[in-house]
Nanobody
């Protein structure tokens, strides 16, 4: 059984940075992991993903400001968000799928394990 616990969210001013963390427990040999976000009144969207080999992918909305990474020794996934904008305000979730291992999807329905989320609020 995989458990995911996010942390690192908070309230920041526009232009600031945050690094979100997702601690994973439970051993999975092949996987994709992703970061998703859901703003009030909007659908959940995938913003970045990574496979166990470190291959990354980003949604267009995250290009240039988001960096996904992982520390396999610590079983921890990260999302660095730079130059935060008010439109980045959302609940951020990490997720893991055992159905994909190489070409990671950004569709949330592809992921079968989810964390509880961490709130990011950006003020102008």
């Amino acid at each position: 059984q995989v458990q995911l616990v996010e942390s690192g969210g908070g309230s920041v001013q526009s232009g600031g940075s945050l690094r979100l963390s997702c601690a994973a427990s439970g051993y999975i040999s092949n996987y994709c992991m992703g970061w998703f976000r859901q703003a009030p009144g909007k659908e959940r969207e995938g913003v970045a993903n990574i496979n166990r080999f470190g291959r990354t992918g980003y949604a267009d909305s995250g290009q240039g400001r988001l960096t996904i990474s992982q520390d396999n020794a610590k079983n921890t996934l990260y999302l660095q968000i730079d130059n935060l904008k008010p439109e980045d305000t959302a609940m951020y979730y990490c997720a893991l799928t055992t159905e994909y291992a190489y070409n990671c999807p950004l569709k949330d329905r592809a992921y079968n394990y989810w964390g509880q989320g961490t709130q990011v609020t950006v003020s102008s």
